[in-house]
């Protein structure tokens, strides 16, 4: 089995807010059998003010157990800083953008949006990452 990233277009992003974040896709291809795989990795980083990291792992676990079961959803790891509970890390590997985007459309997402937004004291910083290698990885 090899992996082989080919694919890096540009995408816009739903908003979180009112403003539109900007990110990049990067395509990654497993091919295994003469069967191919897309891949579509995300890592976000959540700041709260103070005090209310708990409270965003609260909303975000209650997100967990609706996206994280989805089809097309491979991981989804809700990270707390050990030093700053007010840092938060979701990592997510998908099937492809278009899984990732379907499970931004639910309405459990929406309401975890609204609900995690006035907790924030910085906009998510979003990465898309190149998923290379990892047990796990299909």
């Known amino acids: 089995m090899g992996a082989l990233c080919l694919v890096s277009i540009p995408y816009f992003n739903a908003s979180f807010t009112k403003t539109r974040l900007r990110g990049v896709i990067i395509v990654c291809h497993s091919v295994a059998n003469n069967q191919t795989m897309e891949h579509y990795t995300l890592q976000t980083r959540f ?19 609706k996206i ?11 990270n707390q800083d050990a030093e700053n509970s007010d840092h938060i890390l979701v990592t997510e590997l998908w099937d492809s ?10 309405h ?17 910083e979003r990465r898309v990452l190149k998923a290379v290698a990892g047990k796990g990885l299909l």
């Open 47 to 65: 700041v709260t003010t103070e005090s209310k990291g708990n409270n965003l792992l609260n909303i975000l676990t209650r997100l967990y157990n």
């Open 68 to 78: 994280a079961y989805l089809h097309g959803c491979h991981l989804y790891i809700i």
């Open 97 to 106: 953008p278009e899984s990732h985007q379907q499970s931004q459309s639910l």
């Open 108 to 124: 459990d997402f929406q309401e975890a949006i609204s609900q995690a937004t006035p907790l924030l004291a910085i906009e998510p």
